[in-house]
């Protein structure tokens, strides 16, 4: 059986400095400093995985059906990713770490 998402994203989280999991309504959540940089979520019935990216990036993922610009939190560069078996973790892993260098202090992220 493989990983649940909660797990895999447990697992790209713990190689980032500073990074901390927590709650957010109910989901998991992982921030860095002050910041939440990733967040399991679910809109409206599509369980997906949010996390901050670049504006042009954001532009250039919402071409891709799996990807769709979050709700409430679009206009600050965040995008959500469809999570079921389809789910590229092999290209959600450096977006993630990308979310984390863009909500990380400068301290951590160099």
Not at 26 to 34: C, D, L, Q, T
Request: glycine share 6%; hydrophobic share 40%; charged share 25%.
């Amino acid at each position: 059986m493989p990983p649940s998402p909660a797990a895999r994203l447990r697992a790209m989280c713990r190689k980032l400095p500073g990074a901390e999991e927590s709650t957010s309504f109910g989901h998991p959540a992982f921030r860095v400093g002050k910041k939440t940089f990733a967040v399991l979520d679910e809109y409206k019935g599509v369980a997906c995985l949010c996390f901050k990216v670049p504006p042009e990036l954001q532009h250039t993922l919402v071409d891709d059906p799996r990807y769709f610009a979050a709700p409430y939190g679009a206009k600050h560069g965040w995008i959500c990713v469809r999570v079921d078996a389809r789910t590229p973790w092999r290209d959600v892993a450096p977006l993630v770490r990308e979310s984390w260098r863009l909500c990380a202090p400068r301290s951590l992220s160099g």
